[in-house]
């Protein structure tokens, strides 16, 4: 009998679904566990929330798709911590785009993610990877949610600037965030040290697009910068795709979700969205560290 555990540590929440003989045995679902985004304590605690809520299992291995692990140090740090949780389970961190491809059973292909943050991840026939994006809310994410909230609310501030009305996108946020006041949702923007709490709001911008250019205008050029993740990692590997969608604003957003495929099939690049969890992708790879003779898999 073997047990293994996966983990998708993303920045907004952590889904982690324990598999015993290949059946599904429990799953449960906590608070982001982005490392570079609230440090290793902070993981540490709501990881061990996670494992409690599953009953602090034994297993054989474990796999963890984890936002933030660009740097090398980081995933060192998450190995550790898990070997720690996990005593005597066979353990691999990756970040988390690599789950997509899994999930979805493919060998070859490209993923673009979109929830809080944004990245893109291939792999192509060959078995060559790489990776575009991803490098955080306060350098990058482009099209993600915190930064969609960023981004309108720059704009609304340029309309208070500007004397004018805050409209609907202004409406919008302020609405969302429950304040009256361009500058009251500044600063409580401001006192959100993590970007789940931006991208909490990203669904006001979607809700003012119909009405509001500027909103319509931001959306757009998430649209841009997201199929450009996807191109530039084509691009990278000479890969045809198919491009998995996934990330919660991504497969949620229709508005979105239309742009980028009109904006990917422009470049002769196909769209699928992602059926199942990312976090089944964390369990076929922990299924791996078991039953290959070849060890854990290189991360790019």
Not at 51 to 75: F, I, K, Q, S
Not at 109 to 135: C, M, P
Not at 149 to 166: K, P, T
Request: hydrophobic fraction near 45%; glycine fraction near 12%; aromatic fraction near 2%.
């Amino acid at each position: 009998m073997t047990t293994v555990l996966g983990l998708d540590m993303g920045g907004s929440r952590t889904r982690a679904r324990l598999v015993r003989n290949r059946n599904i045995q429990t799953e449960a679902v906590g608070a982001g566990t982005n490392i570079t985004a609230v440090g290793l304590p902070e993981v540490r605690r709501r990881l061990a929330g996670v494992l409690n809520e599953l009953g602090n299992p034994g297993v054989d291995a474990c796999c963890a798709g984890a936002a933030g692990t660009e740097d090398a140090r980081a995933r060192g740090e998450l190995e550790r911590l898990l070997t720690e949780l996990l005593p005597g389970a066979r353990v691999e961190v990756v970040h988390d785009s690599r789950l997509v491809l899994a999930a979805a059973n493919l060998v070859s292909g490209l993923a673009l993610i979109a929830g809080t943050g944004s990245v893109a991840y291939g792999r192509s026939q060959r078995g060559e990877e790489a990776r575009a994006g991803g490098w955080g809310w306060l350098l990058g994410d482009e099209g993600g949610g915190a930064w969609l909230v960023r981004e309108a609310l720059r704009a609304l501030l340029r309309r208070v600037d500007d004397g004018d009305r805050n409209g609907p996108l202004g409406v919008a946020l302020m609405a969302a965030a429950g304040v009256s006041d361009p500058l009251a949702l500044a600063a409580q923007l401001h006192g959100s040290r993590e970007p789940e709490q931006w991208a909490a709001l990203a669904d006001a911008v979607f809700r003012a697009a119909a009405e509001d250019p500027g909103a319509q205008a931001i959306i757009e050029q998430g649209a841009d910068s997201l199929a450009d993740l996807a191109i530039r990692v084509a691009k990278r590997l000479g890969e045809p795709g198919p491009v998995v969608l996934a990330g919660g604003l991504l497969l949620h957003q229709p508005l979105l979700e239309r742009a980028v495929r009109a904006r990917l099939s422009a470049h002769g690049l196909a769209a699928i969205r992602l059926d199942d969890e990312p976090v089944a992708g964390a369990v076929q790879i922990a299924s791996r560290l078991l039953t290959s003779a070849m060890g854990p898999e290189t991360t790019p």
